[in-house]
């Protein structure tokens, strides 16, 4: 089997996540500076931080897109032009969100989506349908794999969600991100001075691999 590993560009993706989580603007400047350095447009970082605010909360991706806002202004003064990048397409006529939404999220799990909580509270599975994965993933300026990337990074970047981040192993797996591909992330969080993030995410993959044998 050829072993694929991330390229530059998704290897600067999870650092980027993880200290939005964190809430570490300093960090997460120079985390940014190296996402623009390995290939990631202004574009590609802004649908990220975006993207973070379902997981992390309105006040973590505001705080990280005025933090990216003034980079990029700073960097403009200085001369440096970073590629914009590409706008996501319009979202396909004549599907309503929980259509594109339930499509969306059966192929990233690999089976349709069900479970007692969402039973317990309905609406939870009709804002992530309609909104995560229909309103934010149904947008195409990002692959899957690349939102599976800044999903990791920003799970494992929190406290007491490894449930969430397993699952979303098992789904980067489901969507063809290989093992090598998926340590590659964990190196990337390593290198980038969260040691504590890089081990919470250690163990999710761990159990999960295990799991799966």
């Not at 975006?50 to 897109?65: D, E, K, S, T």
């Not at 229909?134 to 999903?151: C, K, P, Q, V």
Request: glycine share 8%; hydrophobic share 45%; with cysteine.
């Amino acid at each position: 089997m050829k072993v694929t590993e991330l390229t530059s560009r998704q290897q600067a993706i999870a650092p980027i996540s993880a200290f939005t989580a964190l809430g570490d603007n300093h960090k997460l400047r120079a985390a940014l500076e190296a996402g623009l350095h390995a290939g990631l447009t202004i574009n590609d970082i802004k649908e990220i931080l975006v993207q973070l605010y379902a997981y992390l909360g309105f006040p973590r991706a505001l705080n990280a897109l005025g933090t990216f806002m003034t980079l990029v202004n700073e960097r403009k003064e200085q001369g440096i032009n970073d590629i914009a990048g590409s706008e996501a397409s319009p979202l396909p006529a004549g599907r309503s969100l929980l259509e594109l939404g339930t499509s969306v999220q059966t192929y990233l799990i690999g089976v349709p989506a069900k479970g007692p909580v969402f039973d317990f509270a309905p609406a939870i599975d009709t804002y992530l349908k309609e909104h995560l994965f229909g309103d934010i993933f149904g947008r195409d300026n990002l692959s899957y794999e690349d939102r599976e990337i800044a999903t990791l990074g920003a799970l494992a970047g929190l406290e007491g969600v490894e449930p969430q981040l397993m699952s979303h192993f098992n789904i980067s797996l489901n969507i063809g991100l290989t093992e090598t591909q998926l340590w590659g992330v964990i190196v990337a969080l390593e290198n980038s001075a969260c040691p504590v993030v890089a081990q919470r995410a250690t163990s999710a993959l761990e159990k999960v691999l295990a799991a799966s044998k």
